[in-house]
């Protein structure tokens, strides 16, 4: 069964970067197969997706913050991770990251649990 | 991007009903539809992936149907488990979407 935990601070402040990593077991990121995502959730609304990483390092990224973002692997420590500048309080919101299929009808299978994420001084 | 609108944005329901909660796209995405479940504190759980075809391990009394720019989820009885809110997701675009949800609450 494939899990997946993110980590990170809870607490950041308006400017700075907000780093998180996503570490997965019960499986392999690097055995391929599969794009590995975050995606975010503003309090009381909606799901965005962020971007994705395969395990080979090529990316994509919602246009929408592809300026502010940055996913990197680390397939020795089975993680990936999320960078995001410059971030203001409209970036407070659960954090998730999510295997990603690459069947024809791309779908997030498994999540991790979401971890809140606040950006204030 | 592709929008996403759902209706009705809540409804409420008793336990036993059946339930129906649609999904339009703003352009054509053939069958690229997936559907979501979450409950509060928790993590979106896959439902229906390609609009119809269901997740494995998840209950036949979800369904799925619809192709190009209209979709529909549903509960044809509603259990005390199933009060969440749902979400539908497009994957026909290389931006994935979703749209804004529609919480099932008990009547």
């Known amino acids: 069964q494939v899990q997946l935990q993110e980590s990170g601070p809870g607490l950041v402040k308006p400017s700075q970067t907000l780093s998180l990593t996503c570490t997965v077991s019960g499986g392999s990121i690097s055995s391929g197969g599969y794009y590995w995502s975050w995606i975010r959730q503003h309090p009381g609304k909606g799901l965005e997706w962020i971007g994705y990483?395969?395990?080979?390092?090529?990316?994509y990224y919602n246009p929408s913050l592809k300026s502010r973002v940055t996913i990197s692997v680390d397939t020795s420590k089975n993680q990936f991770s999320l960078k995001l500048s410059s971030v203001t309080a409209a970036d407070t919101a659960v954090y998730y990251c999510a295997r990603t299929t690459m069947s024809t009808v791309t779908n997030f299978d498994y999540w991790g649990q979401g971890t809140l994420v606040t950006v204030s001084s | 991007d592709i929008q996403m609108t759902q209706s009705p944005s809540s409804l409420s329901a008793s336990v036993g009903d059946r339930v129906t909660i649609t999904c339009r796209a703003s352009?054509?995405?053939?069958?690229?539809l997936n559907w979501y479940q979450q409950k509060p504190g928790k993590a979106p759980k896959l439902l229906i992936y390609?609009?119809?075809s269901l997740q494995s391990g998840v209950p036949s009394r979800f369904s799925g149907s619809g192709s190009g720019t209209d979709f529909t989820l549903t509960i044809s009885s509603l259990q005390p488990e199933d009060f969440a809110t749902f979400y539908c997701q497009q994957s026909y675009s290389a931006s994935w979407t979703f749209g804004q949800g529609t919480k099932v609450e008990i009547k």
């Open positions: 352009q054509s995405i053939s069958t690229y």
């Open positions: 990483i395969y395990y080979s390092g090529s990316t």
């Open positions: 390609a609009a119809s």
